[in-house]
Structure formats: C-alpha cells, structure tokens
C-alpha cells in the first residue's frame, strides 16, 4: 500500500515549497528512485523546472518537463497532465491542490504544505483523502 507523506512547512517564506520539493528531490533522487513531480499548470511545471536546474550551486538533478510519455529518459519527470500514464513508480511529489487520479501507482507520496490558507485547505481534503481511505499517513514538521 502507499505511503502518504505530508510535509508540514514552518517557516512562512514565499515560494517555499518548490524550494523544498527541490531539496526533497535531491535526497530522494541520490537515493536511486524514479520521482515524478506533479505540478499544478504548466506555469508551475516550468518554474520547477527552473528552480531545479538552478537552485544550488553545484547540483545537478537530472529532470525532463514530461512532453511525450512514451519518450521518457530522465530518471525525474514534471508533469502539469491529470491521467497521464508514466513509467515512473517509485515516488510521487504533489504540488497539485487535488490527488492524483494514480497516486496508488506509487510506492510513495509526498505532499508539501506550505502557509497559503488555500495551500492548507486543500491538503486537509488530500489528507482525509487517504485517511478515509486506510492509507499509511505520516506528518513531518520542516523548520
């Protein structure tokens, strides 16, 4: 069964969770798993698409914005698409407001919550979500 993480972030800086889904990346990716990052949009997808080839000095996290599921090649994939199937299935890091319809495909998720009230609201769904549902939950405090 899948393992639902939410990260409860404590600091109230601006954009934080793509910061800390970047540094989630990094450790899980160094880890060896596969990891696909779902985004809000296509925005969203293109500013973690920046923020993880230049976040930290000297890291490379090897990542493709997911253009054709057929033609995957790098071990981290951002996609924006509702209902795409991707070979990827070891851990799921959701920046969306609604849970993915294939997140049970996954051996892990990862859900990040930051200050925003609409941020917090729909993690509270997301986490009665699985709860409702029997699904393994954890909460961490991120200073």
Known sequence: ??????YILKSPQGNNRLA???RLVEKVYKQGYGILIQTES???SEEMDDLLWTWR???FIPHEVLDRPEHITAPIVINHQPG????INQV???LASEVPKFFSHFERVAEI???DDKTRQSARQRYRFYQDRGYPLASHDIQ
């Open 1 to 6: 069964m899948t393992q639902i993480d939410f």
């Open 84 to 87: 795409v199937d991707i070979p």
């Open 92 to 94: 799921l890091i959701n």
């Open 42 to 44: 296509s925005r969203q």
């Open 20 to 22: 800390f889904a970047c």
């Open 57 to 59: 000095q000297g890291s």
């Open 113 to 115: 919550v930051d200050h």
